[in-house]
């Protein structure tokens, strides 16, 4: 493990999570990101459909679930910017992407736990950008396997 924490919640932390705007922002958890104020200010979620539980799949199936995510979202009501989430590192492939602007963030966990993703990036109104696990965090399973 890595010090202080659980390797997955350590490579969540470090990613880079952009939305495609010109320019393009990019979000790092636990920043504020004050020019997401001027275009979103009531904040919004950065969900990806991709790698479910953090398993790699193949391109079409990451493909095809990202599809299934924007037509979950426009059946909902709400409208999305394209994303991508970032590996500094490179060990971890690119991953599609949305930003949902003003998506509550309990619509945003239902939304993650129904395409099974581990957590999503939230801003409120003061843009700082939260990562917030669907269940227990690996650090908190960690602690009760150690």
Not at 11 to 28: G, K, V
Not at 79 to 86: A, H, K, N, Q
Not at 93 to 117: C, H, K, N, T, V
């Amino acid at each position: 493990m890595t010090p202080g924490g659980h390797p997955l919640d350590a490579a969540y932390r470090a990613a880079h999570y952009r939305i495609e705007t010109a320019p393009p922002l990019i979000l790092r958890i636990g920043q504020a990101h004050p020019a997401l104020a001027a275009r979103f200010p009531h904040g919004g979620v950065f969900l990806t459909a991709c790698n479910p539980r953090s398993r790699r799949l193949r391109p079409a199936a990451n493909a095809r679930r990202m599809r299934a995510l924007c037509r979950a979202v426009e059946r909902a009501g709400h409208t999305w910017l394209p994303g991508r989430g970032l590996d500094p590192h490179g060990s971890w492939p690119d991953e599609p992407s949305l930003w949902i602007p003003g998506l509550p963030l309990e619509s945003g966990l239902r939304l993650a736990r129904r395409f099974d993703q581990n957590a999503l990036v939230w801003c409120g109104p003061d843009t700082v950008a939260r990562l917030v696990w669907t269940g227990p965090s690996p650090t908190a399973q960690a602690r009760h396997i150690c």
